[in-house]
T-cell receptor, first 111, second 114 residues
């Protein structure tokens, strides 16, 4: 079945550092890919998405490119802020109606 | 924000009792999902619905049942609650149309089984 694997956290960075959170997937066909963010005590919010190969999703300085050849959708940000501290989830929606999530990566940004 | 309301937001119940969680949407979205979130496991799909009276199991469906008699409501029932079902439960809704495949989440229900 479909699945998502993302790097384990926590990831601890200093403010203005470069961020990469790795995400790879297994799916049949051409899934849509997503990054969601969860701030403490809140539900999940969509951060960005990509619906076909080579698409780049971007939002709030975060980017991720849909790489079908490597089945990856890595999240990047050039300069993180303390306010980016949260849990980040990679997800896919494949040929079924299911929306499948990775286990989440906690990011902690120190001043 | 998408119109999704989960109720109750917090509940403490005793082992062996039945519990029903409600998800209500005002967006008329076709797809609805129930997830549980536990440390180290991310979000795991319990059940989902692709229309009124159309539901299917997710990866952790044992001990849970669902019903969807109206487009706007998706109920999750724990037939006989166990301590392993202590978790935070999230409802999500989605449509499936060109350029619009993402899901929107409720605020969650924290359930404690004692």
């Amino acid at each position: 079945g479909d699945s998502v694997t993302q790097m384990e956290g926590p990831v601890t960075l200093s403010e203005e550092a470069f961020l990469t959170i790795n995400c790879t997937y297994t799916a049949t066909g051409y899934p849509s890919l997503f990054w969601y963010v969860q701030y403490p005590g809140e539900g999940l919010q969509l951060l960005l998405k990509a619906t076909k190969a080579d698409d780049k999703g971007s939002n709030k300085g975060f980017e991720a490119t849909y790489r079908k050849e490597t089945t990856s959708f890595h999240l990047e940000k050039g300069s993180v802020q303390v306010s980016d501290s949260a849990v980040y989830f990679c997800a896919l929606r494949g040929s079924s109606y299911k929306l499948i999530f990775g286990s989440g990566t906690r990011l902690l940004v120190r001043p | 924000d998408a119109g999704i309301t989960q109720s109750p937001r917090h509940k403490v119940t005793e082992t062996g009792t039945p519990v029903t969680l409600r998800c209500h949407q005002t967006e008329n979205h076709r797809y609805m999902y129930w997830y549980r979130q536990d440390p180290g496991h991310g979000l795991r799909l319990i059940h989902y619905s692709y229309g009124v009276k159309d539901t299917d199991k997710g990866e952790v469906s044992d001990g849970y049942s669902v019903s969807r008699s109206k487009t706007e409501d998706f109920l999750l029932t724990l037939e006989s609650a166990t301590s392993s079902q202590t978790s935070v439960y999230f409802c999500a809704i989605s449509e499936l149309s060109t350029g619009n495949t993402e899901a929107f989440f409720g605020q969650g229900t924290r359930l404690t089984v004692v």
